[in-house]
Each structure stands twice: as structure tokens, then as C-alpha cells.
């Protein structure tokens, strides 16, 4: 029996070959490369000459290039590549012209000279026929179109150097060596991840014609039956991994810190002066419970911007510090750890002033520890927090430093998790001496938590409704190339907010005209590859000059419809006294405008702010998007949040624009994220977009699959916790995940 996880792709494929695929791809066994899968097929009809087209219909023809060229468009940014193509039809030779907007890559390729497959819609432009940015596959010199024109092509993951034609070739000679597209009887056995009883009941086939039939079928309902397949089987090894972590978490010890009758809790509950919401009530009754159990607490808590999470947050604090505890508040940027750290202290009152005149009977101490501090000040800092005096410490990535040291870390509550990577959060946990319960807010979940939640591993509290006081916001999308005089209008608006009182933000993806945007989102499918190189698209277009801080700020001073109006900046590259003395201004109403970059994404709270205008707002994720405008409408007055965008309609990034109109509902975002990002690195520490650790499997579209190989990995896990009886499946965890992402099973 041959094991392609072990077998190298040079025996195969020699040496050359198989170190193109190493450097490339990252590909180095016969095992690696089989699960290199296509990401789609071109399906394939019966081949046309160009002589005699059908209008507005997909056709398929091969032809040689005659010529190409590009020039720019006349009325928007950005070029055309007109390609002359000719089918050498020896009845009735014809040509035909197709168009490439931003066809950069097709430039590069279809030269004079090469013979390529195309398909695409025919059109008509003034009378011709024409096919508009078809898709094309190039061919080699001693490949017939009508060899694979009559089954469905696979495409392959490509990078600029390794075509989806040169890797398919490749494959198919992997396939061809192990037998795998010849005589069934002569294909060499393969270890099947699958038991056997579960691959009976799922229908799934065996494990060679599954291999044939996702990289070569026959027709498309082949590839299909073989794809459910590989998500089945990828659903169960990463359940199994989930299943077996699981079994080993229940087994470690936390320390419970159940509630107390008397102490910090119950007198800060009597001080509130409004009644929780129904849903902080409820949330709260179960964190209680949670922290209350001698396991490590593991929650995320969801919740809209402007919910109240803080508020639970502070109140699950509170109860592990009556329990002998401490707990930790990781912000992610120093803005908002010190206005944490100001609006805990305040609600608290005399409950944050252990030792102090005026302190009260049940109360403790709540420090500030982030880079910037003086080192008098940070030395103040890391002394309470060793000593126990400190039960709450709130801070930056400066909790994470190796000289931070707590007494007893008893809760470890992060704050807009989306803004750490897994390692950042567990690094913290690692400071207590047993487990500590961990607490994870966020408003928008990002794609790797939701895929975490379908997968089962961890648990999810949804906190509704929003407290009194909090109004809702409208959002509205502000398409420039559409409307071009909407520009002016969005500032006379924000003119509108200010003559009434109110105030305004305005965002911006970058600090200065020669920065990259700091806050740009990838667009990537989930595979870091050229997605123009890969023989059947082009490249993207160039995206337009981005709005910035400064030139935003110096544009707004020249706005005629600003005079008088107090404008502010606030960026990452100002030092913190100046950070903090533009944001205190901000919240005392000293400033009316204030343009800022993404640093007042979260939790920064200015009551009179009800207009927000995102500019370039393309460049951002939809979790940002839906932070951002959390910040407006939070004084009782509705808010509303403008998205300007200088793309086009129907541009894949408008439809994150769209998502984020349409609805206020941060898992309904995080849904739609999800399909647009994909997931993640589900097992490591990857958040989101990139390089996925799912090949097929997609955690919304698939949910039924994972729900049945939950319930399987289960079985087998409590059946065989060591799976000394499943020795590929143990192999293929192994094999399948990076050599330590298994251990970030349970630090999500």
C-alpha cells in the first residue's frame, strides 16, 4: 500500500519539476499535490468556428493570436486590451476581437503566435461579434483543443511562474503513475482517512476514483461526487483533532470563582443607576455560572456595538475578584485601554479605590499598563499587578510582555478579539499557574471565530438589544462614479450636523498621501496565489490614489462649506500626549470634524457624535466597517454613517459595501464576511483571508457536512481517545496540520 503523504514528488516528477512545485506551492509529496484540488472547472460544449457565432450565447473555440494591443479608456482610469483572434477554420477561417478592461495579465500572454481556448458570451459592439473579457486557457504546442474541450478543465490554484495548465500536466502525470486515470485493477491501494462504516453510509466511493474524478472527470457531476467527498473526509480529520482537544480540555482543572452574596458585585449592582437589559441579565446569569464551574471558561460574547458588553465584561470582573482572583482587559490600541480604564474607574467610584481615602468597604484597584506609560508609572503598574493589589489590569500588547506577572490571573477578557492573532491572546493566558477562564468580546465576529463556532469549539453568548439611550444608525452608500456631486454633498451634511450641535468623524485608510493603506482588505479568495497568472482571468484594477489624514485635513480647510468649523486629527503616528489631547478635545466638543484613521475603531465613545463619513471606504473589511460606525448614535440621537466609494457598481469590493448597508446584524455580517474572506487558518494562528487551512470544505455552505463529522469524530474519539485504532486518521491530523497548529485547538 503506498502513502502519498510520505512518497517525494521528485521520484515522480524529477527533480526539477518537483522544486518548481516546493518553491511555488509549497508542495512536496505525491500526497500534497493530489490535494492540490482544482478550484473550478471550465465546462466545455462542442467546439465553434468564429464564422457564424450565436449572439448571447457561452460559446467555446480555440484560436491563435493574431494581435494584441492596449490602450487607456477616454472617460475613466485604466486601460483596454483588444486581442485579434483567429480559428484557421479551413472552410470558413474568421476573426474575432475580444476586450480586456484592466486585462493586463491577457496582454502579457495572448501574444501574436499563441494558440489559446476561450469561452465566454458572445455580444455585439457596433454590429461585430465580440467576447468580453472571456476566459482562456493557454495550450501547448502538442495539445488538440478537442482532447479537453469535450470534458470539464480543471483550473488550478497558480502563482505567476506555475500556470493551472503546467500544474494540471503535472498532476496528471501523478495520476498517471499511480495508475490512478487507467485500469481500475492496476491503481495501487491508498490509506483511506474514512472508516470504512462511514464511508458506506455517506455513499462516498473509494479513494482512488475520488482522486480521478476531482482532477480529471469525465463530466461535472463526477467532479461533485468526489469534491462531498473531500469535504467529508476534511471535515472529519479536523472534527476528530477538535474532538480529541476537547477530550483533553475537560480533563484540566481551572479554579471556579463562583459568585459571593456579599462583596465588589453586589454593591456595584446596588450603585447602578439604570436597570441591566434583559439580555445582560441573562448573559450575566451564565457567565456566572461558567466561571462559577472548576473548568477553564472558554466564551465568545457577541454583541451589537453599543450593547453593553463592557458593562458585562466588568460585572464577570468583579465576581472572580470577590472569588480571590484578578483579571485582565487586553485593548487593542492605547486610546481605548486608557478610556477603559477611565470609564471603569469612574462607574466604579469608590469600589476602584482599595487603600485609598474615601475607598469602599468591599473594593479594589484598576491600573493602566500600555508602552507609552513613564517608567515610574509602568514599574507602579507591574507592582500591583505581581502583588494582588491590582484586580483589574487593563492594558495594550504591553500585557503581553514577559515581565508582566500576575498573583492570581483568575479572567483574561479581550476586547475586540479580531484585533489580536491567537498566539497574542493565549500568550497572556499562560501567565496563570492553572487555566484561566477566558472571556472574548467582539460586535462582528471575524470569519475564523465563526468558523470556529460552526465547528463546535467554542462556546458563543449572543447579548440583544441595545440599552436605553442608544439610537440607531442608517448607512448609506455614497457612489462617487455614479454621482460625482455627491462629494460636495457629503460635506455640506456634515456642515448640517455641526450648525446642530453635533459632530462628526471622518476616516480615512491611511495617514499621508506616500503611506500604503493601513487598513486595506485583501480580496483574495483564500489562496495566495496570482489570480491573473493562473491562464484564466486578469489582474485587478489599479486601485484609484487613497484618501489620507493629511491631505484630507488640508482639503477640508480649503472647503468652502467648512468655514468656521473646528477640524482635528487623530493617527497612529502621533505621540500619545497628543493622541490623548485631541481625543479629550474631541469628547469635550473643543473640536467639530475630527479625521482620523482607524484608530477610533473601537470603543471610543463621544455621546454628541452622529455622523460618520468613511472615505475609500472599499479599503476596509466589513468587521471594520461595522466598528466604525458603532461609534456614532451613542448620545440618544439617531446616527449616520456615509460610505464613500470611488468604485464602480458591480466591483467585488462594493459588495462589502452593500452587506454593510443592509443590516446592522453582526453575525448576518459575519456570515457574509465569511464568504467573501473565507476562514482562516481554522486550527493556527491566522485570523482570516490568506492562506486557508480548508481546501474544500466552507464552514457556512457545508454546515451539514461538519455537523455529521462532529458527531462521527466524536464517536470515534470516545471509542479511541489515543486513535490507536485509526492510525491513518492519526497520521492525517498530523499530516494535515502545521506541526503546532493542533496546540491552538484550545486557545481560540
Avoid at 427 to 446: D, E, K, N, Q, S
Amino acid at each position: 500500500m503506498l502513502d502519498p503523504r510520505a512518497h517525494r514528488l521528485e521520484k515522480v516528477l524529477g527533480k526539477a519539476n518537483a522544486a518548481k512545485l516546493e518553491k511555488g506551492l509549497g508542495l512536496r509529496t505525491v500526497g500534497s499535490l493530489l490535494h492540490h484540488f482544482p478550484r473550478r472547472y471550465l465546462e466545455r460544449g462542442e467546439l465553434q468556428s468564429i464564422a457564424g457565432l450565436p449572439i448571447d450565447e457561452d460559446v467555446t473555440l480555440i484560436a491563435e493570436v493574431l494581435s494584441s494591443s492596449q490602450r487607456s479608456m477616454r472617460n475613466r482610469r485604466g486601460s483596454i486590451v483588444e486581442v485579434v483572434i483567429t480559428d484557421r477554420d479551413v472552410h470558413r477561417p474568421g476573426t474575432l476581437t475580444l476586450s480586456f478592461f484592466h486585462g493586463y495579465q491577457a496582454y502579457r500572454d495572448l501574444q501574436a503566435g499563441v494558440t489559446a481556448l476561450f469561452s465566454g458570451k458572445v455580444s455585439l459592439y457596433r454590429g461585430k461579434p465580440t467576447l468580453t473579457n472571456p476566459n482562456y486557457l493557454l495550450l501547448d504546442d502538442d495539445t488538440t483543443g478537442e482532447d479537453i474541450a469535450s470534458r470539464p478543465v480543471p483550473v488550478y490554484p497558480a502563482t505567476s511562474t506555475l500556470t493551472s495548465w503546467w500544474i494540471a500536466q503535472r498532476v496528471a502525470t501523478v495520476l498517471a503513475e499511480l495508475g490512478i486515470t487507467g485500469d481500475p485493477e492496476d491503481a495501487v491501494r491508498l490509506p483511506d482517512v474514512v472508516p470504512a462504516a462511514f464511508a458506506a453510509r455517506e455513499r462516498l466511493g473509494d479513494l482512488v476514483t475520488a482522486y480521478r474524478d476531482i482532477h480529471a472527470p469525465a463530466e461535472l457531476a463526477d467532479a461533485y461526487r468526489a469534491r462531498h467527498r473531500f469535504r467529508y473526509q476534511e471535515a472529519l480529520i479536523l472534527q476528530t483533532a477538535l474532538a480529541r482537544r476537547r477530550a483533553e480540555q475537560h480533563a484540566q482543572v481551572a479554579v471556579g470563582r463562583p459568585r459571593r452574596s456579599a462583596g465588589l458585585l453586589a454593591d456595584f449592582d446596588a450603585a447602578l443607576p439604570f436597570t441591566l437589559t434583559e439580555g445582560q441579565r441573562t448573559v450575566g446569569e451564565t457567565l456566572d455560572e461558567a466561571l462559577s464551574a472548576d473548568r477553564p471558561m472558554n466564551v465568545l460574547l457577541q454583541g451589537e456595538v453599543g450593547s453593553g458588553k463592557t458593562l458585562v465584561a466588568l460585572r464577570a470582573m468583579l465576581q472572580v475578584v470577590d472569588a480571590g482572583g484578578q483579571a485582565a482587559l487586553l485593548a487593542p490600541t492605547e486610546v481605548l485601554a486608557a478610556q477603559h480604564h477611565q470609564s471603569i474607574t469612574a462607574t466604579l467610584g469608590p469600589l476602584a479605590a482599595a487603600g485609598m481615602l474615601g475607598g469602599a468597604e468591599h473594593a479594589t484597584r484598576v491600573v493602566l499598563l500600555t508602552g507609552s506609560m513613564s517608567t515610574a508609572a509602568r514599574r507602579t503598574a507591574l507592582l500591583a499587578a505581581a502583588s494582588g493589589e491590582a484586580g483589574i489590569v487593563i492594558g495594550t500588547h504591553a500585557l503581553l510582555s514577559e515581565t508582566v506577572q500576575f498573583a492570581e490571573l483568575g479572567l483574561v477578557v479581550v476586547d475586540e478579539q479580531h484585533r489580536f492573532g491567537v498566539e497574542q491572546r493565549d500568550t497572556l493566558r499562560t501567565r496563570a499557574g492553572v487555566p484561566p477562564h477566558l472571556l472574548v468580546m467582539t460586535a462582528t465576529p471575524i470569519p475564523r471565530t465563526v468558523a470556529m463556532t460552526v465547528f463546535g469549539d467554542l462556546g458563543v453568548l449572543t447579548l440583544d438589544g441595545l440599552p436605553a439611550g442608544r439610537a440607531p444608525i442608517d448607512t448609506h452608500i455614497v457612489p462617487l462614479v455614479e454621482h460625482p456631486v455627491w462629494r460636495e454633498r457629503v460635506w455640506q451634511r456634515a456642515r448640517e450636523e455641526v450648525d446642530a450641535g453635533r459632530q462628526v468623524y471622518v476616516v480615512c485608510p491611511k495617514i499621508d498621501g506616500g503611506e500604503a493603506a493601513s487598513s486595506t482588505f485583501d480580496d483574495s479568495d483564500g489562496v495566495e496565489f496570482d489570480e491573473a497568472a493562473d491562464g484564466i482571468g486578469n489582474t485587478p484594477q489599479k486601485a484609484p490614489p487613497l484618501a489620507s489624514v493629511e491631505e484630507t485635513m488640508a482639503a477640508l480647510a480649503q472647503t468652502a462649506t467648512l468655514d468656521g468649523v473646528r477640524i482635528g486629527a487623530l493617527h497612529g503616528r502621533l505621540d500619545p500626549a497628543e493622541k490623548s489631547a485631541t481625543m479629550n478635545a474631541f469628547h469635550r466638543g473643543e473640536l467639530d470634524v475630527l479625521v482620523s484613521t482607524t484608530v477610533i475603531e473601537v470603543g471610543v465613545d463621544v455621546p454628541r457624535a452622529t455622523l460618520m463619513v468613511i472615505l475609500d471606504a472599499d479599503r476596509f473589511g466589513i468587521s471594520q466597517l461595522h466598528q466604525l460606525r458603532g461609534r456614532v448614535g451613542r448620545g440618544g440621537l439617531p446616527g449616520t454613517c456615509l460610505l464613500v466609494t470611488a468604485l464602480e457598481a458591480g466591483h467585488p469590493s462594493r459588495v462589502r459595501l452593500d452587506a454593510v448597508a443592509s443590516t446592522t446584524d453582526g453575525f448576518a455580517l459575519a456570515a457574509e464576511d465569511l464568504k467573501l474572506r473565507r476562514e482562516g487558518d481554522i486550527l493556527g494562528a491566522r485570523q482570516s483571508g490568506g492562506r486557508s487551512t480548508l481546501k474544500l470544505l466552507r464552514v457556512i455552505e457545508d454546515e451539514k457536512i461538519i455537523v455529521a463529522a462532529r458527531q462521527d469524530a466524536q464517536e470515534i474519539i470516545e471509542e479511541d481517545p489515543q486513535l490507536a485504532g485509526h492510525p491513518v486518521l492519526a497520521g492525517a491530523i498530523d499530516d494535515y496540520l502545521d506541526p503546532e497548529a493542533e496546540e491552538w485547538l484550545d486557545r481560540g
